[in-house]
């Protein structure tokens, strides 16, 4: 990474603004299970809810701020006392907490929506912003509609906001009405003019109802932002949020463009993403930039044939670069449990021993009657083979305490179906070694050791 780079600040919105997408509501723990993954995609902020709308979503931001202790936590508020007193009783337990303010300041908002004037918008943002700061230091402002709000004014209300303590200035395109270059020129506006906009952070907010959210995000960034707010797969009201993977991504694959760097680790994007649509049930669109199942995938046999000569001529980045679990490695009955396993942590899982197992046994099972097995099959598997008895709700845990919660499950909760033991090689069992012969529990590493040879895993 060089010096010259710019560094981008990346908050990710998934379960704030992401939730609020038709279909993707998540409940508490849903939420902390993804919370732990964008931890592990690196992302810099993770807006965590809204704490006032719901007691679930107070309980999901406490939740998530008591345990994801390396990115800052923020939590939304409209602005008035009640909300910011709710976001910051919520981020009590934070290492990092922000809060997140908002309030409309175009006409259509305050006439229609609000109806108060632009001076009581002014008092508003001013006096909200003051009491969120006698609360916290890191203070998000952002100013609704501020694509359509008239920039004299919004640079009134930013000049106001920055005086009152705001650290982060967000300006967002919420109904997606922008165009990069009239984005741009508006962050290029607020440089010049808003009082004391050197001490702050300017970040892009950009809605997709064009399809130009991540074009509008990195246009924004060219002009100065240095924070960009997205979500997976692009989810978020109407037609989504900028796109985490396609801002990160543009600016991997064209660094002559786009001189700028992020902490997001590129290997657990694709992760983030297929955990999301495995907890909302809202599948990824085929051909979505990055994360779709086509994104990777060459059918015209000109392509292909180029393809295989040389992946550059049809690949502008690799799959592995996003975490896109390699294709050659195909998952039928002759699979064993090591290549299960890695395409389990691909998509997001990571079991012990036993779970895996568990896991395994059925898949085999599986692998017979449909030859080969799909992500969506693996991913179904996981869920039917690890949720409570009587309930349709799946009960997967994170990443990180899926070795112990998954253990743990009652063997009654596992499946009431009986499951057919694979074929073995040899009669391996607890007690014994490969061969039959009884082990003492010091040997059970030698053992798995030769199990896992033998079964090809
Ligand atoms: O789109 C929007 O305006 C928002 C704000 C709450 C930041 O999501
Ligand atoms: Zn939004």
Redesign the pocket.
């Known amino acids: 990474m060089s010096a010259e780079r710019a560094r981008i600040t990346v908050f990710d919105t998934t379960l704030r603004?992401g939730e609020q997408s038709p279909g993707c509501s998540m409940n508490q723990q849903e939420k902390l299970r993804l919370a732990h993954q964008l931890d592990r995609l690196g992302v810099d902020v993770i807006e965590a809810g809204f704490p006032i709308a719901s007691d679930g979503d107070f309980e999901a931001v406490k939740a998530i701020a008591a345990v994801v202790r390396r990115p800052i936590i923020a939590a939304?508020a409209r602005a008035s006392r009640p909300d910011i007193e709710r976001a910051w009783e919520a981020l009590q337990g934070a290492a990092r907490p922000r809060i997140h303010v908002?309030l409309a300041t175009s006409d259509i908002h305050l006439q229609y929506k609000l109806r108060i004037s632009r001076e009581q918008c002014l008092t508003l943002a001013r006096e909200s912003i003051t009491f969120a700061k006698s609360l916290c230091d890191d203070v998000e402002f952002?100013p609704?509609?501020a694509t359509r709000t008239d920039p004299d004014f919004l640079c009134r209300v930013l000049d106001a906001v920055v005086e009152a303590g705001a650290t982060t200035l967000?300006i967002?395109d919420?109904v997606g009405y922008t165009i990069p270059q009239e984005y741009a020129e508006l962050i290029t506006t607020i440089r010049r003019r808003v009082k004391g906009i050197e001490n702050v952070v300017i970040s892009a907010?950009c809605?997709n109802d064009l399809g130009m959210a991540a074009a509008n995000t990195l246009a924004a960034v060219e002009a100065g932002a240095r924070q960009v707010e997205c979500t997976i797969n692009g989810v978020g009201e109407r037609a989504g949020n900028a796109s985490l993977e396609e801002i990160v991504m543009a600016m991997r694959v064209r660094p002559d463009k786009f001189a700028y760097e992020t902490g997001v680790v590129g290997d657990q994007i694709f992760a983030a993403s297929q955990m999301l649509s495995e907890i909302t049930g809202v599948p990824v669109q085929p051909n979505k930039a990055i994360t779709g199942r086509n994104a990777f995938a060459h059918e015209a046999g000109i392509h292909q044939d180029g393809y295989l000569k040389n992946p550059l001529t049809y690949e502008i980045m690799t799959p592995q670069s996003v975490g896109v679990p390699d294709s050659k490695l195909v998952l039928g009955k002759h699979s064993g449990r090591h290549a299960l396993s890695i395409r389990c942590e691909q998509l997001g899982y990571q079991f012990d021993r036993r779970a895996l197992d568990d896991i395994y046994r059925r898949f085999v099972r599986l692998a017979d009657k449909i030859k080969k097995v799909e992500d969506h099959h693996l991913l179904e598997l996981i869920r039917d083979t690890h949720k409570p008895s009587g309930s349709a709700t799946p009960l997967i845990e994170p990443m990180v305490t899926a070795k112990a919660a998954v253990g743990s499950v009652p063997a009654h909760e596992v499946s009431p179906e009986p499951v057919a033991e694979p074929t073995k090689p040899f009669p391996v069992g607890p007690q014994t070694n490969a061969f039959g012969v009884p082990v003492s529990s010091d040997s059970q590493h030698e053992q798995t050791q030769q199990e896992d040879y033998l079964w090809g895993v």
Request: proline letters at 9%; hydrophobic letters at 20%.
């Open positions: 603004d939304l908002f952002s609704e509609d967000n967002p919420t907010h809605h």
